[in-house]
């Protein structure tokens, strides 16, 4: 009988150190995964914060708005609550998230919680390369945030160059190129440093055709005097270049610049132009050296 519950008194201790063993390991496996689930959850919200902050920042300058749209960012990507905070330094955005969250089993070997934190940090940089340009081609010159500037002249206008309106052809020549270039945006990317032909003529139709579709398309009521949404189809994309020359030439492309649609007007001599007004805007392109002309490029960095 000794020997028995000797046995039996060893399979108890034996079973109790297995059971310790065997919480441990769903400890490791539930509690340790719900962690890996949060940090993964974590780091979506907060490189999606980091993003939306610095676009909105980099655009406007509005630090509050920035940190605005930061936290509705993080807060579309999370399902539980948080916590934020975020800095500004140069030409990055950085948000740090964190939330403590609690464990199932692991509370059964004395662990209760754990903390979960991560970072994002979106920098911006001036744009070398950008696709869905329009095909207007402004010169080289200091703009001005909110002023209006003409961005294809109209027959007559005073601002044209021997048959150069400030039409360009990217992808082709022709009316129906350019106008489609207008409406969607060129389906290629320009680089600072390319070289860009003309397109003489002043194609007043496809003009017209082209920057009202655009403006067709802005669902949002959106004007220079209130929010411009992210999406615009009304904030147009141009290549700023160094010169009008005489005929069909190639010109040189030094950098991108943003403006706001905002009609084909009749301008000095009746002639109709295409006017926008001048933005600092952030878009998605590819960051490098080049002139900066107010047009940044956020992407993001760890």
């Known amino acids: ?38 940090r993964t959850k974590l780091q979506t919200a907060a490189d999606a914060a980091a993003l939306a902050g610095a676009y909105t920042y980099f655009a406007d300058e509005s630090e509050p708005d920035a940190v605005s749209k930061a936290q509705d960012y993080a807060g579309d990507n999370m399902e539980e609550d948080f916590n934020f905070s975020y800095s500004i330094v140069g030409n990055q955005f950085t948000v740090d998230l964190n939330r403590d969250v609690d464990f199932f089993f692991a509370p059964v070997i004395g662990i209760e919680s ?15 390369a950008i696709d869905k340009v ?21 027959a007559g ?23 489609n270039n207008i409406k969607y945006g060129y389906n290629g990317e320009i680089r600072v440093g390319d070289q860009i032909y003309t397109e003489p003529g002043n194609m007043a139709g496809p003009t017209d055709q082209g920057v009202s579709y655009r403006k067709s398309l802005c669902t949002h009521g959106c004007s220079f005097s209130s929010q411009i949404e992210a999406n615009c189809p009304r904030v ?3 290549p700023v270049i160094d010169s009008l020359p ?13 403006f706001f649609l905002e009609a084909t007007q009749n301008g ?21 050296a080049g002139e900066s002309f107010g047009l940044t490029t956020v992407n993001l960095i760890h």
Request: hydrophobic share 45%.
């Open 134 to 154: 329009v095909p207007f081609g402004v010169l080289k010159q200091s703009f001005s945030y909110g002023q209006q500037y003409v961005l294809k002249y109209g």
């Open 268 to 288: 000095t001599k009746g002639q109709k132009d295409v006017v926008g007004r001048f933005l600092k805007w952030a878009a998605a392109g590819e960051s490098g």
């Open 1 to 38: 009988m000794g020997n028995r519950e000797n046995e039996r008194g060893a399979v108890i201790v034996i079973t109790a150190f297995l059971m310790v063993g065997l919480i441990t390991s769903m400890a490791l496996v539930v509690d340790v995964g719900r962690l890996y689930l949060t």
């Open 246 to 258: 005489n005929g069909r030439k190639k010109v040189n492309v030094l950098g991108f610049a943003a």
């Open 114 to 128: 754990s903390n979960v934190a991560v970072t994002a940090t979106a920098s911006a940089g001036t744009v070398s």
């Open 157 to 179: 206008g005073s601002g044209c160059y021997h048959g150069n309106f400030g039409a360009v052809a990217l992808g082709g020549r022709g009316a129906c190129v350019y106008r």
């Open 236 to 238: 147009v994309v141009v």
